[in-house]
C-alpha cells in the first residue's frame, strides 16, 4: 500500500540549531503539504506545493522556515534557528486531485506518520 | 473568519453508540472531513460528506446539515482502540482544509 514517507521520525535539538525534516509523498501526487501540529490542537497549515511550486505559504514564518521541493516530487521543511515554541509534531501529507485516483475521496489528504520536533 | 467547533473531550463505555458535534463557519463550502488521530500518530481518513445527509461505513456515520454548519460523526459498538482524538475539517471556497482542534473521546470499559 502507497504511504507518505517522512524522517526522521524524533528529532531532538537545541534552540539557536539547524533542522531538516524530508518527505516523500505517494507516488503520483502532485499536491503536498506540511503543517505544525502543537498537542491538543488541529493541524495548522504551513506550506502547500502543487507540483514544485507553492500554492499557500502565508502561514509559514519565513524569517526562520523555509521548504522547498524542488523537482515536484519530495519535499524539505527546514527550520533555522530553532526555537523553544517549534516543538511540535511536523506532518507531511499528500493528495491527487479529483478524479486522478481511484478510491479516495475528493481532496483526501494522506498523512505520513510524522516528524516529532523537541527544542531543548 | 473562519471556525470549527467541536467538544475538547468526550467519555463512553465499551459497546455503547456516541455523537461527536462539529460546526463550522467558513468562507464557502467544499466538503467536510472526520479523521482520527491516535495519539503520537497521524490523522488518518474516515469520511468526507458534501451532500446533506448520513454517509454510513461500518461501525462509524457522518452526517452533514450544509443550512446549519453542522456535521456529526457516530461511532457505534465502541471499542477500546477508539479512544482517540477525532478532528473535523472543512474544505473552504479556496480548497484549504479549516481544521478543528479535534475531540479527544476516551472508552471505558
Known amino acids: 500500500e502507497a504511504e507518505v514517507a517522512q524522517s526522521p521520525r524524533y528529532k531532538i535539538t537545541e534552540k539557536s540549531q539547524a533542522v531538516a525534516f524530508w518527505c516523500d509523498p505517494i507516488s503520483g501526487h502532485a499536491t503536498l503539504y506540511w503543517y505544525r501540529q502543537i498537542l491538543g490542537q488541529g493541524p495548522e497549515l504551513l506550506v502547500q506545493f502543487q507540483d514544485e511550486s507553492v500554492v499557500d505559504d502565508s502561514q509559514l514564518p519565513k524569517d526562520r522556515f523555509s521548504a522547498e521541493r524542488l523537482k515536484g516530487v519530495d519535499s524539505t521543511l527546514k527550520i533555522q534557528p530553532a526555537e523553544l515554541g517549534d516543538s511540535a509534531m511536523y506532518l507531511c501529507?499528500?493528495?491527487?486531485?479529483?478524479?486522478?485516483?481511484?478510491?479516495?475521496?475528493?481532496?483526501?489528504?494522506?498523512f505520513g506518520p510524522g516528524t516529532r520536533l523537541t527544542v531543548l | 473568519g473562519q471556525n470549527i467547533d467541536q467538544p475538547t473531550e468526550m467519555t463512553a463505555t465499551e459497546g455503547a453508540i456516541v455523537q461527536i458535534n462539529c460546526t463550522y463557519q467558513?468562507?464557502?463550502?467544499?466538503?467536510l472531513f472526520w479523521y482520527q488521530q491516535h495519539a503520537g500518530e497521524a490523522p488518518t481518513f474516515l469520511s468526507y460528506?458534501?451532500l446533506d445527509g448520513l454517509e454510513e461505513k461500518g461501525r462509524f456515520s457522518s452526517f452533514l446539515s450544509r443550512s446549519k454548519g453542522y456535521s456529526y460523526l457516530l461511532l457505534k459498538e465502541l471499542q477500546m482502540k477508539d479512544s482517540a482524538s477525532y478532528l473535523c475539517a472543512a474544505l473552504d471556497s479556496n480548497y484549504q482544509l479549516i481544521w478543528g482542534a479535534g475531540t479527544k473521546l476516551i472508552i471505558k470499559p
Open positions: 467558513t468562507s464557502g463550502f467544499n466538503g
Open positions: 501529507a499528500s493528495s491527487s486531485p479529483q478524479g486522478q485516483t481511484s478510491g479516495s475521496s475528493y481532496n483526501e489528504q494522506f
Open positions: 460528506n458534501v
